[in-house]
């Protein structure tokens, strides 16, 4: 691993914790804390690798930041997350960069289900849940009227899962480097 690497590592080993403990107590991933991240993995990636390709420099840095953050997208544009975990994912990848950034994708992906389910079983509302998928579902298929009713919205700290995924692609990264 070099040192630059390990640079690269720590300071976003320092956003994540950031970025969960804001999430969790604030609702919120900071910009103060996302955009620098960027900023800084593409910038070392631009002074120590050049422009590069896919799997070095610039390119791999802003490709991989880029479709990280694609992920999250739908779920930012219809408001059932916000764009803070964009932006902290399009720093993922920008750190990651490709193909790294693939096993990130999976493990924050793994994690993220798993959190949910948890966090639906530790407040008791997985029936309540189910019922209203179910509920959806029947009114796409207009089997039943759409509810006037708006449903209760539960927060799942994301960043939680992004910073656990990512830190477990690092793992993983830095097992088979070895």
């Known amino acids: 691993m070099t040192p630059v690497q390990i640079a690269l590592w720590t300071v976003l080993g320092v956003a994540l914790v950031i970025s969960v403990v804001t999430d969790v107590m604030r609702r ?40 990280l953050a ?47 389910v948890v966090t639906l079983l530790w407040q008791g509302a997985v029936w309540d849940t189910l019922a209203a998928a179910t509920r959806r579902w029947a009114a796409r298929v207009h089997l039943a009227r759409a509810d006037a009713q708006p449903e209760a919205r539960r927060h799942i700290p994301y960043g939680v899962a992004i910073a656990l995924g990512t830190f477990w692609a690092l793992w993983w990264q830095h097992g088979s480097m070895s």
């Open 28 to 67: 919120e991933i900071l910009d103060v804390v996302t955009y620098p991240l960027m900023a800084v993995a593409l910038g070392v990636r631009l002074a120590t690798e050049g422009v590069g390709d896919l799997e070095t420099g610039l390119v791999s840095g802003l490709v991989s930041g880029a479709g």
């Open 70 to 116: 694609a992920l999250l997208l739908p779920a930012a544009f219809r408001g059932r997350m916000g764009w803070g975990d964009v932006k902290l994912m399009g720093g993922v990848g920008a750190v990651m960069g490709f193909p790294a950034v693939l096993a990130a994708a999976a493990f924050i992906s793994l994690v993220g289900a798993l959190q949910a």
